[in-house]
Each structure stands twice: as structure tokens, then as C-alpha cells.
């Protein structure tokens, strides 16, 4: 196989991985649509035994993976959310995790429904200052899980000062990755143990697949993550690896699209007579927005608004009224979505809880995609108006 790691990014999204298939000479990678495999003999086999473990498939994608985040190794799973399950499934009863304020609600639900019910202890803090994490930190704390831009309000947490901190206090430290991409940021190199994308996103790209996947250096933490996956089965089907890796191969297109219309769209709602606030990391007054500068490579297409007229009447008016923006949860594909937090992504977090955070009712969050900005544009000024 091919080694592309010392390749730029373009050419490792197209190539890493997707070696021609030495039967036909296909380039572009099978769909092995099979649940087990022909053995020779008992235990003799061609390293594949039954599909739950492996897939070559889906072994080709966890090559991609992997190498657009420079990682050594990458595990896929069913969702974004079975592959943060298997980081909780490392804790044990009695552990605590320090993670963020601002959260994607399936995080924090979880977080909170699931985990604590198994005796795990979680502080959501305020992470845009790394140093808050050291008044959390007790002899049971095992992890940092933080997520930057955080969804929705697009908070800065940097990495390199976690990471700081989670080696000095022998803590992993675990990023969501899934509103940067790893065309914006790749956590690793700044020090992170674990990496989480919600695949379904940026890297699938088309709104066609739903999907999750680790990526880490450390051997000893991929055979634990990777046995968790063989135990409890939340692997992807090969259909979906292939779809993934498909779209994969315009990621770093798609992406400077969307950083384009994303800067865009931001600088034209910051102007609008309608909007309180604007929550867009590539503005010089957002919150750590000289973090944002260092660690990532651009500020992305994912952009938050605070409407002036605060009922849910007029919120619900605006998010319904849009032609080329579709009113649906998810985001990161071709197609722009426009979302309300309070009532969609975010409706697991009790409401009091979610406005500590900002996410209040009249909060929305626009996933910009790669149409024509102009088009984009005039959707918004009619929706607004």
C-alpha cells in the first residue's frame, strides 16, 4: 500500500487508503458487503474472520481517516455518538470527566441520562479558560472531553493548554472535532489523545450517511478503543464506509467553499438591523478568536445568531421561512440547514442549563454549505425581513 502521511491534504483525502483493488484494478475501493469470510481451515484465514471486527471496506476509511488527521490509528462507528460511547466505556464507576458547558445536547444527554446513572461523575465547566480545569481536577478525574468551535455557540477552547494540563494530572484528553473538520484543525498535533469526529458531518458531506470514528496515536488505547467496538458492535456498514470515502475525496474543496460563504454570511448578518449577535469564530472580538487563529486553518461555515425580537413566535416565523436554507437538524453537508437548538439539537439540556451557555430560544445556528453565496444571501434578507 501506498504510504501518502507525507503528502498535503487534497492528495491524502483523494489517495490515503484507496488503493486500486489488486483482483480488478478498480480504483475506487469495493463495497465487501459480506457478514463473514471463507477460512481454510479453523483460525486460518486471510485476517478477516466475521465482518462485526473487520471490513476492508471499512479498513480503508480508518486508513483515510487516520491519515488526514496524522494519526496512526482511526476506529469507525455506527454514529458519532456510539464513537463517544466508546471512550465512556473506558471509565469506571467512581470516575469523573471534565468537559464543557456548551455541548452538543446528544453529548450532554449522554453525559447525563446514561453515564451518570453508572456512577460517573461529570463537571461542565467553562473550558475557553484552560485553567479552570485545574479547580476541577481530584484524584478520580480519568478525562478532559472537549469540543472546539462548540456547538452552538462556537466557543474556542484551546487545545494545546488542555492537553497541558491533561499530561501534567495523567488525564486523556478527548476533542470533538466535528464543527472544525480535519481540514481546519487537527487536535492530535496539539497534544489531544483522542480525536471524535461525527462523520455523518463535514467528512461524509452529503447528508447520505451517518457515522463516527476515533483517531489516536497510542497503541494501547487503540486496541482498548478497537475492542470496545468488537464487543459492543456499533460498527458501520460497508455501504456507508464507501459513501464516506467518496465524499471525503472534495473535502478540502467543500471546505474552502464553506469557510468562503461562511465568512460571508457572518460579515452580512453582523450589519443586520434584526440580529443581537453573531457567534463566528473568525470575527477579531470573538472570544478567543487569536486561539481560533493558531489552531485552526480557517474559521469553518458554522455560524450562530441571536434574533433581537425575543419570542418564539418570531423564531419559529424566521427558521420556517427560508427557500434555499432547508429548517433540519445535522449539519456540514453540501446543502445549507438552518437549526433551532432549544427545540432540536439541543432540547435534552433543560432549558435553564442551556441558557447559562446562551443557547436561549430565540438562538439559531446555520450549517452554510457551498450553493452560491449571493443565492444564500438573499434567502436570509427575505427570511429576516
Known amino acids: 500500500m501506498a504510504d501518502f502521511s507525507k503528502h498535503k491534504f487534497g492528495t491524502k483525502a483523494i489517495h490515503a487508503g484507496a488503493d486500486a483493488d489488486p483482483s ?5 475501493t469495493p463495497i465487501f458487503q459480506t457478514s463473514t469470510y471463507v477460512q481454510e481451515s479453523p483460525g486460518v484465514n486471510k485476517g478477516y474472520g466475521y465482518a462485526r471486527g473487520k471490513n476492508p471496506t471499512r479498513e480503508a476509511l480508518q486508513k483515510n481517516i487516520a491519515a488526514l488527521e496524522n494519526g496512526k490509528h482511526c476506529v469507525c462507528f455506527s454514529s458519532g455518538m456510539g464513537a463517544t460511547d466508546a471512550v465512556m466505556r473506558m471509565l469506571r464507576p467512581g470516575d469523573e470527566v471534565i468537559t464543557g458547558d456548551d455541548l452538543y445536547g446528544g453529548s450532554y444527554r449522554m453525559f447525563t441520562k446514561i453515564y451518570e446513572n453508572y456512577g460517573i461523575k461529570f463537571h461542565f465547566i467553562n473550558l475557553t479558560n484552560a485553567d479552570n480545569i485545574k479547580k ?11 469540543e472546539t468551535p462548540t456547538n452552538p455557540t462556537m466557543q474556542i477552547i484551546d487545545i494545546a493548554a488542555c492537553s497541558k494540563i491533561a499530561k501534567d494530572n495523567n488525564l486523556l484528553l478527548a476533542v470533538d472535532n466535528t464543527f472544525a473538520s480535519p481540514y481546519l484543525q487537527n487536535p492530535l498535533a496539539l497534544g489531544a489523545d483522542i480525536v471524535m469526529h461525527s462523520v455523518t458531518k463535514y467528512l461524509g458531506g452529503h447528508s447520505d450517511v451517518v457515522m463516527g470514528a476515533l483517531v489516536m496515536n497510542d497503541d494501547k488505547l487503540h486496541e482498548q478503543i478497537y475492542f470496545i467496538l468488537n464487543s459492543c458492535g456499533a460498527n458501520p456498514g460497508p455501504m456507508d464506509c464507501f459513501l464516506v470515502m467518496r465524499g471525503i475525496k472534495t473535502l478540502h474543496l467543500r471546505m474552502e467553499r464553506h469557510c468562503f460563504n461562511g465568512r460571508k454570511i457572518a460579515e452580512f ?10 457567534y463566528w469564530p473568525g470575527f477579531t472580538d470573538h472570544p478567543n478568536h487569536e486561539i481560533a ?17 425575543k419570542t418564539i413566535e418570531n423564531t419559529f416565523k424566521v427558521a420556517s421561512s427560508f427557500g434555499v436554507f432547508s429548517l433540519a437538524e445535522s449539519l456540514g453537508g453540501v446543502e445549507s440547514l438552518i437549526n433551532h ?13 442551556r441558557e447559562k451557555s446562551g443557547v436561549v430560544d430565540n438562538l439559531l445556528r446555520l450549517s452554510v454549505g457551498v450553493e452560491d453565496v449571493e443565492d444564500l444571501i438573499e434567502d436570509l434578507k427575505q427570511a429576516l425581513g
Request: net charge positive.
Open 24 to 28: 480488478t484494478g478498480a480504483i475506487m
Open 269 to 278: 448578518l453582523k450589519t443586520h438591523p434584526k440580529i443581537e449577535k453573531v
Open 136 to 146: 476541577y481536577i481530584t484524584p478520580n478525574t480519568k478525562l478532559i472531553w472537549a
Open 293 to 309: 487563529k493558531k489552531q485552526m486553518r480557517d474559521f469553518g461555515g458554522m455560524i450562530s445568531i441571536v434574533l433581537k425580537d
Open 341 to 353: 437548538p432549544a427545540t432540536m439539537t439541543h432540547a435534552s439540556i433543560p432549558k435553564a442549563e
